[in-house]
C-alpha cells in the first residue's frame, strides 16, 4: 500500500511553521489514515507497509510504549534498559525480560502507570478507553482524585480535547472494546494541547527530544 507522505510532510510543515506562536494548530480535517501516518513520522505509531492494524485491540504492555514515544522518551528507555527494566518490578505480574518491561518501567517510575487493587499492571490484557485515556491526561499533567474521577473521566477528556464528540461530556460506562484506532486519533488530539504545569503543547516534548527538528521537516518536503 503506498504510503500518503504528501499530508504527513503538510502536518509536520504547518507544526514547525507555527512554531514561533503561542500555540499550535495542528489539521483536524484529516482522515484516521493520515493521523496515523503522523503518528508513524514522530516515531509514536509502527506500521508495516501502511498496516497500523487500527481495528485491533491495543494491550496494556502496547500503551506503556505509546506513552514513552509520545513524549520523545523511546532513545532515553532503550539507552536506561536495564534500570528501567529493573524499574518495573513495582508490578509484580510484569517479566522484566520482557519487551515491554523498561518501557512500563518508565512509566511506572513517572506516575503515569497504576496497577489494579492487587498491585498488578496486567500488560498482557487490553487495554480499556478509560485507562488509555487516563494514561494521557497524565502526560498532560492531570491526577486522577485530583483534577477529575474515574466516574468523570470521559467529561474531562472531552473538556482538555482529547476527545471531541458531545457524548463524552455524560458518558460514564467503560469501553471495553477500545480500538488501536481510538488511540490514534486521541494521540493525534494530544499533541496540540498543553501540558497543565508548562503550558506548553505536548509536541515540544517531541522538539526537545530531536524526535522530529525542522531540518527533517524540509527534507520531507
Request: net charge neutral; charged share 25%.
Amino acid at each position: 500500500m503506498k504510503r500518503r507522505s504528501v499530508p504527513v510532510t503538510f502536518l509536520i510543515v504547518t507544526l514547525l511553521f507555527t512554531f514561533s506562536f503561542s500555540s499550535f494548530a495542528i489539521p483536524a480535517n484529516v482522515s484516521l489514515l493520515e493521523k496515523a501516518d503522523f503518528l508513524s513520522t514522530l516515531k509514536i505509531l509502527e506500521g508495516s507497509n501502511g498496516d497500523y492494524l487500527l481495528n485491533e485491540k491495543l494491550s496494556r504492555a502496547e500503551a506503556a510504549t505509546f506513552a514513552v514515544r509520545i513524549l520523545g522518551q523511546n532513545l532515553h528507555v532503550l539507552l536506561n534498559d536495564d534500570s528501567y527494566r529493573k524499574a518495573s518490578a513495582v508490578f509484580p505480574d510484569v517479566n522484566p525480560n520482557h519487551w515491554y518491561a523498561p518501557y512500563v518501567g518508565y512509566c511506572a517510575q513517572a506516575g503515569i502507570l497504576s496497577g489494579d487493587t492487587s498491585g498488578n499492571y496486567k500488560p498482557n490484557d487490553y487495554i480499556t478507553e478509560k485507562s488509555f485515556l487516563k494514561i494521557i491526561l497524565s502526560i498532560l499533567g492531570y491526577e486522577i482524585n485530583t483534577d477529575y474521577t474515574w466516574n468523570n473521566i470521559y467529561k474531562k477528556a472531552f473538556e482538555v480535547g482529547l476527545v471531541t464528540d458531545l457524548s463524552y461530556i455524560s458518558k460514564e460506562d467503560d469501553n471495553t472494546d477500545f480500538r488501536r484506532s481510538g488511540a490514534v486519533n486521541i494521540m493525534y488530539n494530544a499533541l496540540m494541547l498543553k501540558e497543565k504545569k508548562t503550558g506548553k503543547e505536548l509536541f515540544y516534548k517531541l522538539i526537545d527530544a530531536e524526535v522530529i527538528t525542522r531540518a527533517e521537516a524540509i527534507k520531507l518536503a
